[in-house]
């Protein structure tokens, strides 16, 4: 049975107008509903700006820097252990040593606000820790007999070590240099000091 000119024309109207065709007993495809594609991206952007987990791993923290005060204390503990090992052994050696040593820790940990302080103070450091290791080690006796046996057995001390204080003093300057002396020279030549290695 043919198809009626009515029908044939209905259908051929709907296929240039892009809908498909009626069909008779059969369910109508419609093709206008596209099947939902997949996001190979993801939500993730749209629902709520969640965080990407970044890659990248943060930075090791530096080195921490002492400040003025714990990098003298620090230096003035070795001085005093190595004064008093030498005075007990008779080896100023000792004293020599461990006042190097502190002269070349001090201004490596120390700001570089504080390098100025640190150089400055480093022989009266020693001259400290020597006279408390002559208080320490001095035969008990009377007061003026004391003074004088301490004063006379820091004298000695220090002209024992004298080189030692000379290389001690100038290895803490020379680090000194590298670490920020000159701009804590400027900063005290042009009055902007401020307390920043305390």
């Known amino acids: 049975m043919q198809e009626p000119i009515s ?15 009626a069909t008779h007993g059969r369910a109508p495809r419609n093709r206008d509903i596209a ?3 997949a996001d190979p991206v993801g939500r993730a952007s749209e629902a709520g700006n969640t965080a ?16 003025a005060s714990v990098a003298l204390l620090c ?3 070795v001085c005093l252990v190595t004064c008093l090992l030498a005075a007990w052994r008779q080896l100023d050696v000792v004293a020599g040593l ?8 001090a201004p490596v940990y120390a700001r570089r606000a504080a390098q100025l302080r640190v150089a400055v103070s480093a022989p009266v450091i020693f001259l400290l ?11 008990g006796s009377s007061g003026h ?12 001390a220090l ?3 004298a080189p030692w204080l000379f290389a001690g003093t100038a290895l803490c300057f020379v680090i000194a240099m590298f670490r920020g002396l000159p701009q804590c020279v400027r900063d005290l030549r042009t009055g902007a000091v401020r307390d920043r290695g305390c």
Request: charged share 15%; net charge positive; hydrophobic share 50%.
């Open 35 to 37: 099947a939902p594609r």
């Open 75 to 77: 230096m003035l503990a």
């Open 52 to 67: 990407v987990p970044s890659h990248s791993t943060a930075r090791p923290a530096g080195r921490a820097r002492l400040p």
């Open 145 to 156: 007999s004391s003074a004088v046996l301490v004063l006379e057995g820091t004298v000695l």
């Open 129 to 139: 820790a020597e006279i408390a290791a002559q208080l320490v080690t001095a035969p």
């Open 7 to 21: 029908e044939r024309a209905g259908r051929f109207v709907r296929v240039l107008a892009g809908r498909p065709p």
């Open 98 to 105: 461990g006042f190097c040593a502190g002269c070349v820790l």
């Open 159 to 161: 002209a024992d070590v």
